[in-house]
């Protein structure tokens, strides 16, 4: 793992235990959305990482809530639950892909997709939300769009986005390559 990535992980926990942190107290009335930016190439260290983490939160921090979202899974769960995913394997296979991203664009929405998000993960009871899997969901999902979405449904609830990409506090870069609306309501995470 590069130094760089695991001094910057390793600076996670003190972060998301902090009594700022998990009241927002320091964020001005600003909504507590995070998001820790890394290196797509970095993305099964992050993996390997948040898993860590979360067993370590389950151990020491049992008394808090925390949720990690994927959203790849929940995406799937989604239009599972919508009896979408034969249609659209199909719809894939016979009119291709712009056919099929045309097709899933009013189910996708965000107005439909984040209610369901936070009520399947029950997001408003958490004490902390982590959601990782963006590259994965791309281009069926934009996470400027999510975020965007999830400030009314979960207000000042911590939120930290895992994004393979980068983050300048401004505008976000999925992969480093893909710019992105700029999106101005989070902070990062760790520098």
């Known amino acids: 793992m590069d130094q760089r990535l695991h001094d910057r992980l390793n600076q996670i926990p003190d972060k998301i ?30 993996r390997e990482y948040i898993e860590f983490l979360e067993v370590m939160l389950a151990k020491k921090h049992s008394h808090l809530k925390v949720v990690n979202i994927n959203l790849l899974k929940c995406l799937v769960g989604y239009l599972a639950d919508r009896n979408f995913v034969d ?3 199909e719809m894939q296979k016979i009119k291709g892909d712009e056919a099929l991203m045309k097709a ?3 189910p996708l929405h965000m107005d439909k997709f984040a209610p369901y998000l936070t009520e399947k993960h029950s997001a408003t009871e958490q004490d902390i939300i982590f959601i990782t899997g963006v590259g994965s969901v791309w281009p069926l999902l934009r996470a400027h769009n999510l975020l965007n979405s999830l400030h009314s449904l979960l207000g000042h609830k911590p939120v930290v986005l895992f994004y393979p990409g980068q983050y300048n506090g401004q505008a976000m870069s999925l992969f480093g390559r893909i710019p992105s609306n700029n999106y101005y309501r989070a902070f990062r995470l760790v520098p």
């Open 87 to 89: 249609k659209a394997i």
């Open 17 to 46: 235990l902090s009594s700022e942190f998990l009241s927002g107290k320091t964020l001005g009335g600003d909504l507590s959305f995070w998001i820790f930016d890394y290196e797509p190439e970095q993305e099964l260290d992050v």
């Open 104 to 106: 899933l664009k009013g």
